[in-house]
């Protein structure tokens, strides 16, 4: 990532440790040298101090205060002498009291630098005798002593020279350990803000299967467990969004179907009432004119009205069941029942219309075959299969009814010998109103709509059904649950 944060936390810690160790080595190099002349300056003016009220007070001799200076010196490092008027001393902590003394004695460097009646002084000279330069303090007492207070001018300045290496060697140090730490403590500090920021991206994709792991001991945390819940509840409402708008989609398409069949409907019955409509008003119409003279002709017209009003109260009744299928406002009632039995009633029912139309009907099944169905529908489906093969019975005029025994179900088998379906009538052949041989349509009183109505029963009942070519014929079977 361009601007990482890990990067930013990483080079702002390296720039602040960086700085600090530059702007303490910059203070140690420019100020330590003063600091620690100001400190020497506050260790000479205390031993000053404690010499003047010492011989204030006619201490000097005083082995006590002797040893107090001593620790004194010791812990300031610096060296004291004391002289009286005869230049004898009178107190001495140093290790080159000579020197000292003879500086004290040396009546014409005293004039000139050190010895006067102000308020004694800081100088930083060379000293004559070792060449060494000192920080010192020199004058009188009060009661007229000559004093020498001094330091090591060079052990400060060595001092501050090894303090500024010693300085830079920790500070480099430091910032090489710094940075190894800055980069861990950066990694694991954006480490969850990074988790968070992958976490968002695949939810930006629709991709609510991350989850970040918590353990709920900061704000990160805590933003964590919020995203966690953020992402459950996107998840369930683009689901249920989803689920709404595919039900939307159903209902549209369900209402554009609804539409389609509405317009369909209005106009195949349009159609199939016009002609017997047109028939019965025209006959009706004869009749009431008087154009019939004879008693045959009369009850011709008559039989015509009759029939025709029978095809249209046909057609009224097949269209109420398959509307009552197609929307399910009559519920199923399941029930066991002998298939068997109900075949035989069947093909007893129209015995009659076989005799007249010349149809052998073969059927061999005896024993009883129980399944699981509504027996009124399944009854409807045998039926409408027995009018179509009546009404398409050609040929030798054969009607074979067969059962094949599966292991949970039955398929029940409707035979007619005749001309076989067109492959592309195949698949019309149970739409409303369908009629493969249209020619024919009338002479046979099919309304077109009984296989649309099987269609709908065995959709019903979420069963097989179907219809196949034979080389004499066509088959349409059915199936039943025996279970």
Excluded at 44 to 53: F, G, H, K, T
Excluded at 466 to 478: E, L, Q, R
Aim: glycine residues 4%; contains cysteine; hydrophobic residues 40%.
């Amino acid at each position: 990532m361009k601007h990482s944060i890990k990067k930013q936390i990483t080079y702002i810690f390296l720039i602040i440790l960086a700085g600090t160790v530059l702007s303490c080595m910059l203070a140690n190099l420019f100020f330590l040298k003063s600091y620690y002349l100001l400190n020497k300056r506050r260790n000479i003016n205390e031993a000053y101090s404690v010499l003047n009220e010492a011989s204030r007070q006619g201490l000097l001799m005083d082995s006590s205060f002797h040893e107090r200076l001593r620790v004194l010196c010791e812990v300031s490092d610096i060296s004291v002498v004391v002289l009286d008027n005869d230049s004898n001393i009178i107190a001495s902590i140093s290790s080159d009291d000579t020197n000292l003394v003879r500086q004290l004695s040396d009546n014409e460097l005293i004039s000139q630098l050190y010895y006067t009646d102000e308020e004694p002084s800081f100088q930083i000279i060379r000293d004559l005798y070792s060449g060494n330069k000192y920080l010192q303090m020199c004058g009188v007492l009060y009661n007229n002593e000559k004093f020498l207070i001094r330091c090591a001018y060079v052990a400060v300045e060595d001092s501050v020279l090894i303090a500024n290496k010693f300085l830079f060697y920790v500070g480099l140090i430091g910032l090489i350990i710094g940075c190894g730490l800055t980069v861990v403590i950066a990694d694991r500090i954006t480490k969850p803000i990074v988790r968070l920021t992958e976490i968002s991206t695949q939810m930006a994709n629709l991709d609510f299967n991350a989850k970040y792991e918590s353990s709920g001991e900061n704000e990160v945390d805590v933003l964590g467990e919020n995203i966690n819940m953020l992402s459950d509840k996107l998840e369930e409402t683009i689901s249920e969004l989803k689920t709404a708008n595919s039900e939307l989609l159903k209902d549209i398409e369900k209402r554009d179907k609804i539409e389609d069949m509405r317009q369909e409907f209005i106009s195949n019955v349009s159609h199939e009432l016009k002609t017997p409509i047109a028939l019965i008003q025209s006959y009706s119409e004869g009749l009431k004119e008087g154009i019939i003279d004879d008693e045959e002709s009369r009850d011709y017209y008559l039989d015509v009205i009759i029939d025709e009003s029978n095809r249209m109260n046909l057609l009224v009744k097949d269209l109420m069941s398959l509307s009552e299928l197609e929307f399910g406002n009559k519920p199923l009632e399941i029930e066991r029942f002998d298939i068997v039995e109900l075949l035989k009633n069947k093909i007893a029912a129209s015995g009659i219309i076989f005799k007249q139309n010349d149809i052998k009907l073969e059927f061999e099944e005896k024993d009883p075959l129980f399944v699981w169905s509504d027996e009124f529908r399944t009854e409807e489906v045998i039926q409408n299969y027995l009018s179509n093969a009546i009404h398409y019975c050609m040929n030798e005029k054969i009607i074979k009814i067969f059962i094949e025994k599966k292991d949970e179900t039955v398929r029940i088998n409707v035979y007619n010998s005749g001309n076989p379906i067109k492959e592309e009538d195949m698949q019309y052949i149970w739409d409303k109103f369908y009629k493969a041989d249209k020619a024919r349509s009338r002479d046979y009183g099919g309304s077109g709509i009984g296989l649309s109505i099987v269609k709908a029963i065995m959709t019903s009942f979420d069963m097989d059904y179907g219809c196949s070519n034979t080389d004499d014929g066509v088959i349409f079977y059915f199936e039943l649950p025996i279970k």
